[in-house]
C-alpha cells in the first residue's frame, strides 16, 4: 500500500512539473508573440496599433535608461498614446553624464531613446533576461515585480570597443487572459 501511494504521488509530482512547464512555455510564447507586435509597432511608428497593446489601466512608462525611475519616468495611458507625435516636448528624464533635461517631443526621444537602432532585426532577442548592461543598475525586474520582459539588443563593436551596444526592453503584465505593454525601456553603454 505504502509503495503505491508513493508512486501516485511521483506521479502526481511529475503531472504537476509538466502541467507548470507547460504553463510557463505558454506564457512566453504570449509574451514573445506580444512583443512581436509592439516591436512592429515601434519600427513603423503605428502608435494605433501600439496603443492597442497598452496596459488598459497601468498605461505604458517610457525609460530612456536601463534604471526605471517610477517617479520621474513618463508614463501614458493609451488614449494619449495616440496623440504623442501631436504633444508637446516633456522632460522624459536626465542625460547620462550631464544630468541635463531630457526635454524633447515624442518624434525626438523616439530616434534616440527608443528606436535609435532596428530592433526588430536585433540579433538577439531575449526573454527575462538581460543582455547587457553598463554602470547603470538595471532594475527591471523590481520595478515590474509581475511582469516579463523581452529585451531586444545589439552588442557593441569591436571598433568601439563595444561601448556601442544598444537595448530595447519591452516589459509586459497580465491583465484578465491578456499581456499588456506596460514599459518601454531603453539601454546603452553609460558613464
Known sequence: ????????????????SITVSASAQTEKAQVLARSKQAVSALKNK???????????????????????DKERDLTFRRKDVLKLNRLPAYVWGQADGSGDDIKLNFSGY?????????????????????????????????????????????????????MDWRSLRLVFEKSGKDWFLVGVSHDQWTI
Open 1 to 16: 500500500m505504502k509503495i503505491k501511494f508513493l508512486t501516485f504521488l511521483t506521479f502526481a509530482f511529475l503531472l504537476f
Open 46 to 68: 503605428n502608435l494605433t496599433a501600439l496603443a492597442a497593446l497598452v496596459h488598459p489601466a497601468k498605461g505604458v512608462r517610457f525609460s530612456p535608461y536601463g534604471n526605471v
Open 110 to 162: 523616439y530616434k534616440r531613446f527608443v528606436y535609435d537602432l532596428d530592433f526588430a532585426r536585433a540579433p538577439v532577442v531575449s526573454y527575462n533576461k538581460i543582455a547587457k548592461h553598463g554602470n547603470t543598475i538595471v532594475n527591471v525586474e523590481a520595478a515590474y515585480p509581475n511582469a516579463r520582459f523581452v529585451e531586444y539588443h545589439f552588442p557593441g563593436t569591436r571598433k568601439n570597443e563595444e
